[in-house]
């Protein structure tokens, strides 16, 4: 092997296995960083009711999380505000999991529409660790809206209906089993009842 040969095996040879390891770093920092989402979206039981939803789908867990403006919740009133409102405060919370969901009451389509508008530019900040125990810092932008919801149809979950139908006033199926299986259960403690009347009488 020349002399430039065995130069350029010492160089090359360093610097790949450098570029290999922070390649790998690279990888395993990216696995273990928080990724955070805020969005709303239609609950999936109740009709006309929005949630506020924040989690958290990165592999890593965020520390001291917290938000540049306050997140509005339980914003009332579906064809009009009803003028009530709250918010999550922009302290957040002191920490977010990995894979960890927070879900909130955020309202009502126009309740909300009329807090936040066409939408609101959000920053939430927090911190994490990297893989090699350093702490650091990363900020995160969302738009938080509601106008994609406008238009969406409302719909009740299969749970959701058979409550209703339990509670509603109008007589359906569901109520008439109930109804039915009340009947078979009271004849049946009746019954219970005259077995143990006959069984005490024979004894004495």
Known sequence: MSL?????AYVV?????????????????????PQL?????????????????IENIGGGSALNVKFSEPLPIDWWGIEKPDGSGSFISKD???????????????????????????????????????????????????????????RMPTRTSASQAIVDALKGPNKTTVQEIRDELRAMNKHLHLLAKQNE??????GV
């Open 37 to 53: 989402l805020v969005y709303y979206q239609p609950n999936p039981d109740v009709p006309s009711l929005i949630d506020l939803v």
């Open 92 to 150: 957040g919370f002191p920490a977010l999991s990995a894979g960890q969901r927070y879900t909130f009451n955020g309202g009502q389509y126009s309740g909300l529409e009329s807090s936040i508008g066409k939408g609101l530019n959000i920053k939430v900040s927090y911190k994490y660790r990297d893989p090699l125990g350093v702490l650091r810092r990363a900020e995160e932008a969302v738009m938080l809206g509601i106008s994609h919801l406008g």
């Open 197 to 202: 009347q006959k069984d005490g009488a024979v």
């Open 13 to 33: 040879s360093p610097l790949a296995t450098l570029l290999a390891v922070w390649v790998a770093y690279l990888a395993v920092h990216r696995g273990s960083q």
């Open 4 to 8: 430039l040969a065995q130069i350029i």
